[in-house]
């Protein structure tokens, strides 16, 4: 279920105790990728991974704009700071402290939002006063590929959720994320070696591929959260036993 779509009634009459949270991006992905492509990936698979998962689970609203500064030479990338995603985030997760909420997945779909969103599941994990546990997943780390930034894999998961919004593909001035040169970091900026943003040859993405990937990364949701599921029972019981 949804939440954003559902009546305050139908929440306590499912009381889902697994929250899926999608949390993405708004940041240029070359120039045939939507700026929201890390918010329609991470929201599509939330959904995906709610309908197919067995647990009594609830996809809460996305959040569409993550940690971003490095993409801003870009016209519309919107971007927000380290410690108000965290805070935002912290601040919903303690709104869910008196419902039937055990367990809050971070659905990422963008890298930069990795760290903070890491830490804040340890500090969560460490606060004696929360009575939920949250988890980070994100479907980069799912697929057993190198996904890049509008490259290949990326725009073929695109063609396969939203054909109509993806240009003509195009191969980005980078073929890595790679910015890092004897243990330091060069650039600061993805124009800085990459003119058109893109990062990757996405010139052989297909909605076939794309496909196979969305599979593979739902796949992997709906095992987390299982497995998630497990990690919080195991935790309570050992909390009982104390």
Known sequence: MHLETSTW??????????ALFPIGSTEQHGPHAPVGTDTIVARAMATE????????????PTVPVGITPYHGHFPGTLSVSAETLRRYV???LDSLSDSSIEIVVFVNGHGGNGGTLGNLARDVADDSTVDLDAFLWEWMRAVDDHVGHAGELETSVLLHLRPNDVGEPVAGE???????????VLHQFTDDFSENGAVGDAT????????????????????FLERARETKRQSTERGNDS
């Open 174 to 184: 980078a073929d890595a994320w790679d910015d890092t040169v004897d243990g330091g």
């Open 204 to 223: 052989d993405a297909s909605t076939e591929q794309g496909e196979a990937v969305f599979e593979t990364a739902v796949d992997a949701l709906v095992s």
């Open 90 to 92: 912290r601040d919903v």
């Open 49 to 60: 991974a709610d309908q197919r998962s067995d647990l009594d689970s609830v996809v809460l």
């Open 9 to 18: 009634t139908d929440v306590e009459d499912a009381t889902p105790t697994v």
